[in-house]
């Protein structure tokens, strides 16, 4: 029964994940690089994070 | 014509445009007031208290950086029909749709958290124990959508709103210096003591508090949820310019109480000035903190709508305020999820409260540049806006704002992370 | 309900479908692999299980078994008789369906109730040597007990007899299209289709609701224009949206061409700007020019709602005459109910109503039959108006006027009433 509900949300989940699997917004460079810079901010702000985790746990 | 019948045209006419207005306002003017949340009116307080009137210049910039932001979700929502959720995954794919999602859920209810803890903080002035606050607010909250009337909702919220305003009455009851009050108002300036560590931690944590991320989603989602039309977008941008004033004019209010009543004093949080206000004026102290606990319920009831809407819209459930629970059970189930579960943890005992509202400030940071970027590049997509993208001055304006932002918001989270890295 | 099984005496044994999914297989003795699905050959009322589908480890290929081959039956083993096990391994024929993975947690469409439901189980029948399927079950009773709440689920089962209620008899289950591409497992569509055009479109709204954007577009792809306009109409909006996107623009198009002006600006002010655009250059400029009118206009005026597509007649004619020029006309008709009398300025006299009409002897002329005191309303009233004079009076139509009461059209009561417009809040 369990197995059961994870598997109905993972059908929803993939058909979610089908309906969006193109962006469909006209990628001009300027749109792919902001994209492209968001992408290594978001690393960047993960990975402080993660660090400051770390340095916690050290202490 | 004669005077009196210029006159009599004239009223007619401006009474025909006020009830467009009053049918079409609401999104903007409530994610406004919501925008003042408990953590916004402590904000203020700490700003007063520690500054006197000397930054009200600054708040007042900020009006416009918010009516900027938030006027674009109008134009988005209106001509797309979709909620920002929604906008995200159709024009980005679902990578970035997940991303976003998941974000806002986490800091939606780190945020609501913060807001519980304003409304409990705040009643227990009066002497109400934090489980009757929790309580009263859920039944509330139910009450307001559970008559499945997106109108009925709307105009409860805005009698919240209305009831946010009571620090413009409570500011002029406690006779402020006019004369210093208009000075820092309209002369920008720094304080005595110049540019320190201090200073900049609570001008960036004004920004933080006027844009946030789910007011984003919010009134994009409820401009949807309301219908609103291309020919409606004048009206919905006049609501949130009114809106983004009283937003300013609220807080500007609370600097005043704070600035006048307890200059100089170190409070950390808005419950603690309205505590010090009951010892010099009971009438104002009260005042502060019905405020307080209005700004912490308005904020919560946006927020968890926000992601419910934010949800219906990615899963396809049903997700309207239009709709009876029984049409829309995802939906609502979320929303009570949403409140329940944020009321909760405030209920808890030694629930480590300090440390959440210090991590919503830092996972904000982590959702706002992802969610401001995506609304100007969508703003910038003529296939779909048409003719209602971004103007050359819109684009100006939007991206310096946008920019600034994510450089002080950036800075900021890091310094909440590590106190010493500038050196204080 | 459940006659159509148990007038046979020869049932031996009921038994539900999830109760028997995962049970061992056994063979010689030997662990085979699991009971995964069964396979099913539809007959009409009843639908009998052919094979029985064992998932084995290990990533070899699931095998297809014959019923005959089954020796017993039982949820806790299954033991079935058989040599060579490769010989079984073959892809599903046509007309054979896997009752798990095309029936189990799927939606039907409850024909009596006019309601989507789900199937939580499917009940099985054994008589003699063959299994049938005899009824899915649509109940909470099912849910609860899928929820492993069983004890729950009896003790309210008790109290009420809610459960017996829910379980349809397979005759009566419609199974709908999953998926565009694979309509295979879907036994039923046909059928299903020439049902769906008894179903009264405010009804098949509701449920179109329930389903997902394949399956509406599967169904209203295939129903005629005129049922599948009026249907679009009575759909919410959020739902209206997907409905668009999925289905093609051309097919947007017909469906929007079959509405009144009032109508269509009503479906086309939910849709994003650009679906909007692309459905309004497929239409002809002058509807387009209409719906414009009221899609940018902020006070609309209840001229924008009109048609002059009605009965328009002199007072002189008689009732015969009237009577065969209405026949002829019925067709391009928008507002049925009233003949409006006017007179060669085109100024309105009166209206009279077509029952009167039909009752009236065939030489009496129109004059005699109107009334003479028409409610109007002028170009200018706006839409409130309007529903106000309707909630009044509750007339199917009301005429337009203009200067010297000259006829501009009229407004049936329905494109009125169905606007969603704020300007009733």
Known sequence: MIFNFFRNTSAAFKAINRKYSTPRIKMTPLARLSLGVLRFYLLFLVGILVYKFVMTLHK | ?424 | MNTTVQAKNSIERTFFLTELLGARVYANGRKLGKLKDLVAIDQGKLAEVTHIQIGRPFGEPDLLVPRQRVQSFDPREIIINVEDVKTYVRELAPGEVLLRDYLLDKKVLDMEGREVEVVYDIRLALTGDKVYVSDVDISRHGLLRRLGLAALANHLSKKNDDAEKNIVPWSYVQPLPSQLGALKGNIKLSVLRERLAEIHPVDLADILEELDSAQRATILEGMDIEHASDTLEEIEPAVQRDIVRSLKKDRVAELIREMTPGQAADVLSVLPAEDKKAILTLLDPSQVEKIERILKKQDISIISFATTRLFKFPPDISVEQAQVKCREMAKHIDVVMYLYIVNSRDELLGVADIQRLFMANDDELLRALMVEIVVALSPDSTLKEAVDLFNRYHFDALPVVGMNNVLLGAVPYRDVMNVKDRAFD
């Open chain 2, 1 to 424: 014509m004669n005077f009196l019948a210029k006159l009599f045209y004239k009223y007619k006419k401006f009474l025909k445009v006020a009830r467009l207005y009053l049918l079409i306002a609401g999104p903007g003017i409530i994610v406004m007031m919501a925008d003042n949340d408990a953590g916004g009116i402590t904000t203020y307080t700490v700003t007063g208290a520690q500054y006197k009137f000397y930054l009200i210049w600054f708040l007042i910039l900020l009006g416009p950086v918010a009516y900027f932001v938030q006027e674009m979700t109008v134009r988005l929502g209106s001509v797309t029909k979709r909620g920002h959720a929604e906008a995200i995954f159709h024009s980005f794919g679902a990578f970035w749709g997940w991303l976003s999602l998941l974000d806002l859920v986490l800091v939606d209810w780190l945020t609501m958290i913060t807001e519980f803890v304003g409304m409990t903080a705040a009643l227990s002035i009066f002497g109400v124990p934090r489980l009757v606050t929790v309580i009263l607010s859920w039944i509330v909250m139910g009450a307001m959508v559970i008559q499945g009337r997106y109108w009925t909702w709307e105009k409860i919220a805005l009698v919240f709103c209305a009831l946010n305003l009571i620090y413009i009455p409570a500011a002029f009851m406690i006779n402020p210096p006019v004369h210093e009050v208009l000075r820092g108002s309209f002369i920008p300036q720094l304080p005595p003591g110049g540019f320190t560590n201090a200073l900049f931690f609570l001008l960036m944590a004004n920004i933080g508090t006027t844009i946030a991320p789910w007011m984003v989603f919010f009134q994009q989602s409820a401009v949807v949820d309301k219908g609103m039309q291309e020919k409606d977008m004048l009206w919905g941008q006049i609501d949130t310019a009114v809106g983004s004033f009283l937003t300013v004019v609220v807080a500007a209010g609370c600097v005043i109480l704070t600035g006048t009543l307890i200059p100089g004093q170190n409070i950390t949080d808005a419950a603690t000035a309205a505590i010090r206000f009951m010892g010099i004026n009971k009438y104002v102290g009260a005042f502060l903190a019905i405020g307080l606990f209005d700004a912490g319920f308005l904020g919560a009831i946006c927020i968890s709508l926000a992601s419910s809407w934010a949800f219906g819209e990615v899963f396809g459930w049903a997700h309207s305020l239009n709709k009876k629970v029984k049409e829309a059970p995802w939906f609502y189930a979320y929303y009570f999820f949403d409140l329940m579960l944020a009321g909760t943890v405030v209920l808890i005992p030694r629930a480590p409260l300090v440390l959440i509202t210090l991590f919503v400030q830092v996972v904000a940071v982590t959702l706002l540049p992802a969610a401001l970027v995506f609304l100007i590049l969508l703003l910038n997509d003529s296939e779909t806006m048409g003719e209602y993208k971004n103007t050359r001055f819109q684009n100006f304006a939007n991206i310096s704002i946008v920019v600034m932002i994510i450089v002080v918001s950036t800075v900021y989270s890091i310094s909440a992370l590590f106190p010493n890295i500038l050196g204080g």
